[in-house]
């Protein structure tokens, strides 16, 4: 009876978190207002590859790539075509996607064929080759430097001001969530899960699981690429750091401790990383253990992540009453 | 009943008049608050660097506890790990959390170029007081008003000495540069300057930065150059001539003011003895008051000062000359700049004042590497040897000021190796 | 480009290649005997030059602190995988994640005991000298980097190839369900292993440390290349460690001689090759 309303409990508490965030957040002093925008884009980034990792079962180490990709590209048109600057950024940020896809498109070849730790091997190679390109084509990327971004686009709205900024990644934040909570409940979201569960069973049953996966490693990468056009703008410079190694590593920790699988958990896990990350690190000297204890104690102890929790106590509370209601009826005498 | 209220009315008035009175009197000659944000690199490859760029500046706080005629600072030191993605993070928490009126240091050039941006954006002041950046003072000055740079340009010393190494018979060089924009800056600067003279460079080497084995890149050296030209920073600076010496080569070596800087040359050997390079600062200048800041900072930190210590204790200087100025009031950005733009001082690199384009003035210095005994230490260590002063270097050199700003920045390609064989 | 450039040349990448052996071999041994990505590899390298370097500077020996940092090392790694690797069972996505938790912890307890500083293991003024043949100089540090990778490769292969443990390391290799069925205990054996990975890891760090320094960052900045030696020479071959961190090595560094502006690129295009030919890399199997 409980469980049949816990499904619209949940959207309501999703909704009642986004308005908090959306209306306390320009009240929160300037810094926390930088942050809570780079939560957000880091949350698109988790939730992308939540697809891939809670839906379909891939575990990709390479998530990072796709943010570069769409990063330098608007970093590379803001700076020597002069593109995007305007009206014009609402292309860049078609064009983001488009190349993020492509990519994914790209190295999905190489990697959809393997599953498991090989997988996990190859996607960190190919993450590992946008880095190197990254951090040695000069002439491209300005390699260690980096590429600095011109003030941020003006088209009547002025995304130069923080606020205004912050309100224009929530929206994307917020579309890219509804899209990706449609694509997981279609009947393609679906065979995914199947994949997941048994690809073998899938495959008997005639869906061709190596479309489908790569069907999903390309949304992942359009994602991707989005929170990199995103990321460009917010942080004002590109760099080889921002598609290092332990930028995929962060991200699938944020799904992994939010929960895989329920997309909203990457959001989760994405806020308490950045949050860690960009703010603790300025309190305490010490942060780090903060960050390795989490990792450490998010994979011994909560498998589920933090969003299955409440599936948890729940879990236990009726465990409990159900031992209860065995007790007492082993005890009411007949 | 009602006079008593009304003179109770007119206690509590002239109470609150007078409190108000004693609360606006202690607000006047209340300690204004300096809030000082300060980004340098604390862990990784330059993290000594970064170490002297604070202690630097953390001496001159102590010598005048931390007052700055009549304004109390508050230090705020931020660790950006030698990466301009950090550094701009840490900038904006401190301008936007910390609150701060002002920020200084970088260590990078690159880091220069990237937090100039955050000044213009955020409306702050960034004090530039080790970033070499050339352009932030010259082609792009006019995009960060908010910027004063009381360092150096990286191409400021390897004019005089291009043109120094000419005079002393070099006519080939090979120069071996790390590969960043401080690289290029400072190899363009003594190609320029060498060449108008009539040397030539025959090869350009660029190993990245951080390259801690130059395996691939020393055979590749031309046997046949008179002259090794190179620009090192951090560790490379260390490695460089160690392996250099092990390949058996013999030539002899120029270098950029941070490929023997103090922070490293204590810890290198022999190899680097006779090698010469050019600065705005040695330890071993034998002026009064280098010999005094140079015994304190010793004495105080346990290793004799590098450029990175004494740049930033001058920026501390400097900030406080401003608010001698103002009296210990924060005047504002703006008018922090304009001040901070008309400072001249002596300092423990000589005299510096601040040109029109808010780049510093000063001598340069030509410097030799000799094991001996200096400031009056009784045991032979290696110092950079002064043999000659160039005074008053600005960062335009002797070439007018628009023709020099018409020619791109120094970079991989500018100038053009038009000798390389 | 005359026959000294490429002699050196060469030299050099053997050398390097030879440092990478080390830390490589490690990790390609714990990937193929317990599929395990072990992002934590580079943070044992760092650790044995930290722990070199204070050996060193307790009793003044470097000689004592190579096999002492390396067994250091080894042990923190079996205390890794016996308390927390274990429990989780066959699970890669969540012993990569662990392994990179531990890595952020070692790290952090790095910097608090070391400090931040970047710092140098400075050899014996023996090893400091060059040898003169034939007019080329050869670094002794390098020959000795060399000498040191052969004598452990060898002693790697002795114990493969003709003790019984290293019978049932191949075993479990090649399949861990048969090998246990034979009563080969290969939770016993994954521990030797993940052991030797870090000690190997721990040593190549002493070794290292003169050649690269010590610092932090240094254990996420040789990760990427420990990773494509194993990806190159293939998971859990011996044989495909040595001949990948040759490749790496060579490949490395006339990359970075011949064409230094995509001297990344000429890194990990061989590995992106190998990925699309043979993914499971050269001596790989299956």
Redesign the interface.
């Known amino acids: 009876m409980k469980d049949g309303h816990a499904p619209r409990r949940k959207l309501l508490i999703i909704i009642a978190a986004m308005l908090a965030v959306l209306v306390l957040t320009p009240f929160s002093g300037s810094y926390v207002i930088v942050l809570v925008t780079h939560a957000l884009i880091f949350a698109i980034l988790a939730m992308s590859l939540d697809i891939l990792l809670g839906y379909t079962g891939l575990p990709s180490l390479g998530q990072a790539a796709y943010l570069g990709m769409g990063a330098y590209l608007t970093a590379i048109l803001a700076t020597r075509f002069q593109f995007g600057l305007d009206g014009t950024f609402w292309v860049v940020v078609v064009l983001g996607m488009l190349i993020g896809a492509a990519t994914a498109a790209l190295f999905g070849l190489f990697a959809i064929q393997a599953s498991g730790v090989y997988f996990l091997m190859i996607t960190l190679a190919l993450g590992m080759c946008v880095w190197g390109l990254a951090y040695r084509w000069n002439s491209l990327t300005g390699g260690d430097n980096g590429i600095v971004l011109p003030p941020r686009p003006a088209f009547g709205i002025e995304l130069a001001d923080d606020v205004t900024y912050f309100y224009l990644v929530f929206g994307f934040f917020a579309v890219s969530l509804v899209m990706m909570a449609i694509l997981v409940r279609s009947p393609f979201g679906r065979s995914l899960v199947g994949i997941r569960e048994n690809e073998l069973r899938m495959r008997i049953l005639g869906y061709n699981t190596w479309l489908h996966k790569y069907i999903a490693f390309i949304i992942a990468g359009g994602f991707g690429g989005l929170a990199g056009v995103l990321w460009a703008h917010a942080h004002g410079l590109v760099s080889p750091e921002d598609v290092v190694l332990a930028t995929s590593v962060d991200a699938l920790l944020m799904v992994v401790l939010g929960g895989p699988g329920t997309l909203v958990g990457g959001a989760i896990g994405a806020g308490i990383v950045v949050f860690l990350r960009e703010y603790l690190s300025t309190l305490v000297p010490w942060w780090q253990y903060v960050l390795g204890g989490v990792y450490v104690l998010t994979i011994l102890y909560l498998p589920g992540g933090l969003m299955s929790i409440p599936e948890r106590i729940r879990g236990s509370r009726a465990l409990s009453r159900r031992a209860r209601e065995t007790k007492n009826l082993q005890t009411s005498p007949h | 009943m009602s006079s008593m209220i009304l003179r109770r009315l007119n206690w509590g008035l002239m109470a609150g008049i007078v409190a108000a009175g004693l609360g606006l009197s202690s607000y006047a000659g209340a300690a204004q608050e300096l809030r000082i944000g300060f980004i340098a690199p ?7 660097v970064g ?1 002297d760029m604070v202690n630097g500046f953390q001496m001159y706080l102590d010598e005048v506890g931390s007052d700055f005629a009549g304004a109390k600072v508050t230090f705020i030191v ?1 660790d950006e ?1 030698a ?4 550094a ?3 900038a ?2 401190l301008i ?2 910390d609150k701060v009126q002002l920020f200084a240091g970088g260590l990078l ?2 880091t220069g ?2 937090l100039a ?2 000044s213009t ?1 955020l409306k702050t002041v960034y004090v530039v007081s080790t970033p070499a950046a050339d352009d932030l003072t010259q082609r792009d000055a006019a995009k960060y008003p908010y910027i004063v740079r009381t360092g150096w340009t990286s191409s400021q010393p390897s004019h005089p000495f291009g043109e120094w190494a000419c005079q002393q018979g070099f006519k080939r060089i090979v120069a071996v540069g790390a ?3 401080f690289g290029h800056e400072v190899v363009g600067g003594f190609q320029k300057a060498f060449e108008s003279c009539g040397g030539r460079i025959i090869q350009k ?5 951080g390259t ?2 130059f ?6 050296i031309k046997k046949d150059a008179d002259a090794i030209f190179t620009l090192m920073a ?2 490379m600076s ?2 460089f001539p160690k ?1 250099l010496a ?3 080569i013999r030539l002899p070596v120029l270098g950029g003011g941070t490929s023997y800087d103090e922070f490293v040359l204590p ?1 290198m050997g022999d190899e680097v003895i006779g090698h010469i390079s050019a600065l705005q600062y040695s330890a071993a200048l034998d002026t009064p008051k280098n010999d005094a800041f140079v015994k304190k900072y010793r004495e105080k930190y346990g290793k004799v000062p590098s450029y990175y210590s004494e740049g930033n204790y001058t920026a501390a200087q400097m900030i406080h000359e401003v608010m001698k100025k103002t009296k210990g009031k924060w005047p504002g950005t703006e008018q922090f700049v304009k001040l901070l733009s008309s400072v001249q001082l002596e300092t423990p690199r000589g005299p510096v004042r601040i040109d029109e384009m808010k780049n510093p003035v000063h001598n340069v210095y030509i410097r030799i590497v000799r094991k001996k005994k200096e400031h009056g230490y009784d045991k032979d260590e290696l110092w950079n040897s002064v043999v000659k002063t160039y005074p008053n270097v600005g960062q335009f050199w002797k070439y007018p000021k628009e023709e020099f700003l018409k020619q791109p920045v120094y970079s ?1 390609d500018y100038p053009p190796c038009k000798y390389c064989e | 480009m005359d026959t000294q450039f490429w002699v050196i040349q060469a030299f050099n990448g053997v050398s390097y290649g030879a440092l990478l052996f080390l830390l490589a071999s490690g990790l390609s041994l714990i990937f193929g005997v317990m599929r395990i990505v072990n992002l934590a590899h580079g943070s044992f390298f760092l650790l044995g030059g930290y722990v070199a370097l204070t050996v060193i500077w307790t009793t003044g020996s470097w000689l004592l602190a190579l096999p002492v940092a390396a067994l250091v090392v080894a042990v923190v790694g079996l205390l890794m995988e016996r308390v927390f690797l274990r429990p989780l069972g066959f699970d890669p996505l969540r012993q990569v994640l662990l392994s990179v938790g531990f890595a952020y912890l070692f790290q952090q307890a790095a910097l608090d005991i070391w400090g931040g500083d970047n710092l140098d293991i400075v050899p014996p003024d023996m090893l400091k000298e060059s040898a003169v043949v034939g007019g080329f100089y050869f670094p002794m540090y390098r020959v000795f980097m060399i000498g040191m990778a052969l004598v452990m490769g060898l002693i790697l292969w002795l114990t493969m190839e003709k003790t019984r443990i290293g019978a049932m390391v191949r075993a479990t290799v090649d399949d861990s369900e048969m090998a246990r069925g034979v009563g080969i205990d290969t939770s016993r054996v994954s521990m030797f292993i993940f052991a030797l990975g870090a000690f190997l890891a721990g040593l190549g760090g002493v070794i290292g440390g003169a050649f690269l320094g010590v610092y932090p960052g240094l254990d996420f900045a040789i990760l990427p290349i420990a990773f494509a030696v194993v990806i190159i020479g293939g998971m859990g071959s011996l044989a495909g460690a040595a001949v990948g961190s040759l490749l790496v090595g060579l490949a490395d560094n006339f990359g970075k001689a011949l064409f230094p502006e995509i001297s990344y690129f000429t890194l990990y295009a061989p590995m992106v090759l190998i990925l699309a030919l043979k993914p499971t890399g050269l001596f790989g199997r299956e």
Do not use: H
Not at chain 2, 42 to 48: D, E, I, V
Not at chain 2, 205 to 209: A, C, D
């Open positions: 604390l862990t990784g490859p330059f993290s000594q170490k931020e790990e990466k301009p993605p950090v701009v993070r840490k904006e928490k936007r959390q050039a690159s170029y990237a941006p955050v954006r590969d960043f924009a080497i660029w190993p990245p930065l801690i084995d395996g691939p890149y020393i055979p590749t951090g560790p260390l490695q392996q092990s390949a058996g810890s991989r």
